[in-house]
């Protein structure tokens, strides 16, 4: 039987398969879009102000971490990266299943919070150094709370960027190091608003 004949006498069939063929499409190319390239996070709570506000609409950059895992190694990323990961902590009913942070310190490395700073200690820097200077457009005010801990391997240590006590949950008040299994990637753009669109 030949095909083509078949659905040229039956072009209202062969209309809806193709529609239904097009929604399929795109329906897995959104899906493989946000598993490997770029996923789209809004902003939600106070905790990266004045860096991001409520609202804010992200895109994150996944090509790093797909590189990183087809190679057969977790992916890390650079300190003062602003990045979006998994709630370790998530329960279902919880609000913030996917959070946005700042990285301070990388794995094996010492975090100090003293006196409204954070000195991270590692081979290179063994009298320690400020990792807030690193960061150009970073947090300014002084961070709330006393740290002392030694990042576990395969893992980070983040911060929100609005430090007060209170305002972010984060590696120093009960959110713990992350494990960079649970990293979905870098921020790469702030795309709204509109008049702030800027990359990261």
Not at 30 to 57: A, K
């Amino acid at each position: 039987m030949n095909s083509n004949a078949y659905f040229e006498r039956h072009r209202t069939l062969r209309d809806i398969l193709g529609i239904i063929v097009f929604i399929v499409a795109v329906i897995v190319g959104s899906w493989l879009i946000n598993l490997f390239l770029f996923r789209s996070f809004s902003v939600f709570g106070p905790s990266m102000e004045p860096t991001l506000y409520t609202g804010h609409r992200l895109i994150v950059n996944r090509v790093p971490v797909t590189v990183a895992h087809a190679q057969g190694h977790s992916y890390q990323p650079k300190r003062g990266q602003v990045i979006v990961f998994k709630n370790p902590i998530f329960e279902t009913g919880m609000q913030d299943e996917y959070i946005v942070k700042r990285v301070i310190a990388l794995p094996g490395e010492r975090v100090v919070l003293k006196d409204g700073k954070y000195t991270v200690y590692n081979a290179m820097n063994p009298t320690g150094f400020n990792p807030d200077t690193l960061t150009p457009n970073g947090p300014t005010s002084p961070t709330d709370g006393e740290v002392d801990v030694t990042v576990p391997d395969e893992q980070l240590f983040v911060s929100g960027d609005h430090r007060q006590e209170g305002f972010s949950l984060d590696s120093r008040n009960g959110l713990g190091t992350i494990p960079l299994y649970e990293v979905i990637g870098p921020v790469s753009l702030r795309i709204y608003p509109f008049t702030e669109f800027r990359t990261f």
